[in-house]
Nanobody, 121 residues
Framework: QVQLVESGGGLVQTGGSLRLSCATS?????VGWFRQVLGKEREFVAAITWTGGSTVYADSVKGRFAISRDNAKNTVYLQMNSLKPEDTAVYYC?????????????????WGQGTQVTVSS
Protein backbone atom coordinates (compact mmCIF):
# COMPACT_ATOMS: atom_id res chain seq x y z
CA GLN A 1 0.00 0.00 0.00
CA VAL A 2 1.22 3.47 -0.85
CA GLN A 3 2.16 5.67 2.09
CA LEU A 4 1.21 9.36 1.90
CA VAL A 5 2.24 12.19 4.22
CA GLU A 6 0.69 15.65 3.99
CA SER A 7 2.31 18.83 5.25
CA GLY A 8 1.97 22.58 4.88
CA GLY A 9 -1.31 23.26 6.63
CA GLY A 10 -1.76 26.11 9.05
CA LEU A 11 -3.60 29.29 9.93
CA VAL A 12 -3.88 32.05 7.33
CA GLN A 13 -5.99 35.16 6.88
CA THR A 14 -8.63 35.58 4.20
CA GLY A 15 -6.94 36.26 0.88
CA GLY A 16 -3.75 34.56 1.91
CA SER A 17 -1.96 31.55 0.44
CA LEU A 18 -0.71 28.17 1.55
CA ARG A 19 1.04 25.34 -0.25
CA LEU A 20 0.26 21.79 0.81
CA SER A 21 2.62 18.93 0.04
CA CYS A 22 1.85 15.24 -0.28
CA ALA A 23 4.90 12.98 -0.18
CA THR A 24 4.17 9.51 -1.53
CA SER A 25 6.12 6.26 -1.19
CA UNK A 26 5.40 5.32 -4.82
CA UNK A 27 3.79 6.71 -7.94
CA UNK A 28 0.43 5.22 -8.86
CA UNK A 29 -2.07 6.40 -11.47
CA UNK A 30 -3.13 9.64 -9.79
CA VAL A 31 -3.14 11.63 -6.57
CA GLY A 32 -6.11 13.61 -5.36
CA TRP A 33 -6.72 16.20 -2.68
CA PHE A 34 -9.92 16.08 -0.64
CA ARG A 35 -11.11 18.11 2.31
CA GLN A 36 -13.50 17.53 5.14
CA VAL A 37 -15.13 19.68 7.78
CA LEU A 38 -16.17 17.95 10.97
CA GLY A 39 -19.73 16.74 10.59
CA LYS A 40 -19.80 17.17 6.83
CA GLU A 41 -19.07 14.88 3.93
CA ARG A 42 -15.63 14.68 2.38
CA GLU A 43 -15.30 16.97 -0.65
CA PHE A 44 -13.15 16.56 -3.73
CA VAL A 45 -10.72 19.43 -4.32
CA ALA A 46 -8.29 18.55 -7.11
CA ALA A 47 -6.44 15.65 -8.68
CA ILE A 48 -3.50 15.03 -11.00
CA THR A 49 -2.20 12.04 -12.93
CA TRP A 50 1.46 11.14 -12.57
CA THR A 51 1.81 10.40 -16.28
CA GLY A 52 0.88 13.35 -18.43
CA GLY A 53 -0.04 15.60 -15.54
CA SER A 54 -3.74 15.80 -16.37
CA THR A 55 -5.61 17.82 -13.76
CA VAL A 56 -9.16 18.27 -12.60
CA TYR A 57 -10.57 20.75 -10.06
CA ALA A 58 -13.71 21.26 -8.08
CA ASP A 59 -15.66 24.30 -9.27
CA SER A 60 -15.28 25.89 -5.85
CA VAL A 61 -11.48 26.13 -6.19
CA LYS A 62 -10.98 26.68 -9.92
CA GLY A 63 -8.81 29.71 -10.58
CA ARG A 64 -7.60 29.82 -6.95
CA PHE A 65 -5.93 26.45 -6.38
CA ALA A 66 -3.31 24.74 -8.51
CA ILE A 67 -2.19 21.12 -8.26
CA SER A 68 1.22 20.02 -9.51
CA ARG A 69 3.62 17.14 -9.14
CA ASP A 70 7.34 16.54 -8.89
CA ASN A 71 8.03 13.12 -10.34
CA ALA A 72 11.60 13.06 -9.06
CA LYS A 73 10.43 13.60 -5.48
CA ASN A 74 7.20 11.57 -5.70
CA THR A 75 5.48 14.62 -4.26
CA VAL A 76 2.24 16.36 -5.20
CA TYR A 77 1.56 19.96 -4.28
CA LEU A 78 -1.59 21.98 -3.82
CA GLN A 79 -1.01 25.71 -4.11
CA MET A 80 -3.94 27.52 -2.53
CA ASN A 81 -4.37 31.23 -3.23
CA SER A 82 -7.09 33.75 -2.39
CA LEU A 83 -8.16 31.61 0.51
CA LYS A 84 -11.61 32.04 2.00
CA PRO A 85 -13.03 31.05 5.39
CA GLU A 86 -15.06 28.35 3.64
CA ASP A 87 -11.80 26.67 2.62
CA THR A 88 -11.22 25.81 6.27
CA ALA A 89 -11.03 22.02 6.58
CA VAL A 90 -8.75 19.06 7.09
CA TYR A 91 -7.08 18.39 3.75
CA TYR A 92 -6.21 14.84 2.76
CA CYS A 93 -4.25 13.50 -0.16
CA UNK A 94 -5.02 10.10 -1.59
CA UNK A 95 -3.50 7.77 -4.18
CA UNK A 96 -5.41 5.96 -6.88
CA UNK A 97 -3.92 2.90 -8.58
CA UNK A 98 -6.13 2.76 -11.68
CA UNK A 99 -9.27 4.07 -13.30
CA UNK A 100 -10.20 7.35 -14.92
CA UNK A 101 -12.63 8.87 -12.44
CA UNK A 102 -10.60 11.18 -10.25
CA UNK A 103 -13.30 13.00 -8.31
CA UNK A 104 -14.73 10.15 -6.21
CA UNK A 105 -12.97 9.52 -2.93
CA UNK A 106 -14.26 5.97 -2.60
CA UNK A 107 -12.23 5.02 -5.68
CA UNK A 108 -8.93 5.96 -4.06
CA UNK A 109 -6.83 3.23 -2.46
CA UNK A 110 -4.57 4.93 0.08
CA TRP A 111 -4.96 8.03 2.23
CA GLY A 112 -2.74 10.30 4.25
CA GLN A 113 -3.43 11.41 7.80
CA GLY A 114 -4.58 14.92 6.84
CA THR A 115 -3.41 18.45 7.54
CA GLN A 116 -5.53 21.23 9.02
CA VAL A 117 -6.08 24.43 7.05
CA THR A 118 -7.78 27.29 8.88
CA VAL A 119 -8.66 30.55 7.14
CA SER A 120 -9.60 33.38 9.48
CA SER A 121 -11.97 36.15 8.45
Amino acid sequence: QVQLVESGGGLVQTGGSLRLSCATSARTYAVGWFRQVLGKEREFVAAITWTGGSTVYADSVKGRFAISRDNAKNTVYLQMNSLKPEDTAVYYCAAKRRGFVLTVGAQYDSWGQGTQVTVSS
